[in-house]
């Protein structure tokens, strides 16, 4: 949706190291927001990103219009996708709707590109099972590919989001990861229990006043439900959300995630890092790809939309 950082490009990278033709499509959808003041907020910065699709490597960018996509808007959109059982716990209980709407979108950009892989973040690991299971049942010739959630050097998940924090509400969201790697801490032993993981995380949360917790849980990775005896750490998705001011932040890691609970430990002391104010402000460093090959063609950015 935009406000490109080092997460998305970490996605373009990928796309260009494994594919032909890499394309990026920039959407803020109205379909997957709930509440408008949260859509109005939304950080917008098409030139930034343009610039990042730029030297990224990417070849297309689709910049659709919202009539574009829903051609009778602002009336309601007549036919929706949803995604029944893994889209309705957590994320989709908190926020009503949401996933038809990403269900719906994502359903109508796979229709227009064909044949691809598409690469999504774990960041958004709900979305990602959504995606997946949309791909799966509808028969759609796209080969799905999570990659890895990047992170601040202090732990906090990179996020469009976090651009609207304070400084003080910025030091205050790496309790989220922090919640994370205490999660794991319970199912490191071995044999362990949901609800002793949950109540790790929800104890770390509390001693941050900034931040309000929504859910804090510990569930199967496949399917996204609890189940209280965990047997296979590995096979365990421990999931986070809360709000931060007036900003919803979630977070996610695999129960047996080494780096993770490392980055909590030799991290927390720099957790006073300040997020940058705006997407142009990020690092040149995350933003630079990969010299190219030698011989290759240079690649001139397309825009469509």
Request: glycine share 8%; hydrophobic share 45%.
């Amino acid at each position: 949706m935009g406000a490109l950082h080092a997460g998305h490009v970490s996605l373009m990278e990928r796309a260009r190291a494994e594919c032909d033709v890499v394309a990026v499509t920039i959407f803020v959808n109205p379909l997957q927001f709930g509440d408008p003041q949260d859509i109005a907020h939304y950080p917008r910065t098409l030139d930034w990103d343009l610039q990042v699709c730029a030297t990224s490597g990417v070849d297309v960018v689709f910049v659709p219009s919202v009539t574009e996509m829903y051609p009778g808007w602002p009336n309601p959109v007549a036919t929706t996708v949803s995604v029944r059982g893994v889209s309705e716990a957590w994320e989709g209980a908190s926020r009503p709707g949401h996933f038809d709407g990403v269900a719906t979108v994502v359903a109508k950009l796979f229709s227009i590109s064909g044949p691809c892989r598409a690469y999504f973040g774990e960041k958004d690991y709900q979305q990602l099972a959504v995606v997946r299971q949309m791909t799966a049942d509808l028969s759609l010739p796209v080969e799905v590919v999570g990659c890895p959630i990047v992170r601040e050097p202090d732990g906090l998940a990179l996020s469009s989001r976090n651009v609207r924090l304070s400084p003080e509400e910025r030091r205050a969201a790496v309790v989220l990861s922090r919640a994370l790697a205490a999660g794991q801490a319970q199912l490191a032993g071995g044999i362990g229990y949901s609800s002793a993981a949950a109540e790790a995380m929800r104890a770390v949360v509390a001693g941050e006043p900034l931040v309000h917790l929504d859910y804090a849980v510990a569930v199967s990775g496949a399917d996204l439900v609890a189940c209280e005896v965990i047997e296979d750490p590995s096979s365990v998705r421990l999931l986070i959300a809360a709000d931060v001011g007036p900003v919803r932040l979630i977070d996610n890691c695999a129960g047996a995630e080494v780096g993770l609970l490392a980055h909590a430990v030799s991290g927390h002391g720099a957790s006073a890092l300040t997020e940058p104010s705006g997407p142009a402000s990020v690092a040149a460093a995350s933003l630079t790809p990969a010299a190219p090959s030698p011989g290759a063609t240079e690649r001139q950015l397309e825009r469509i939309g």
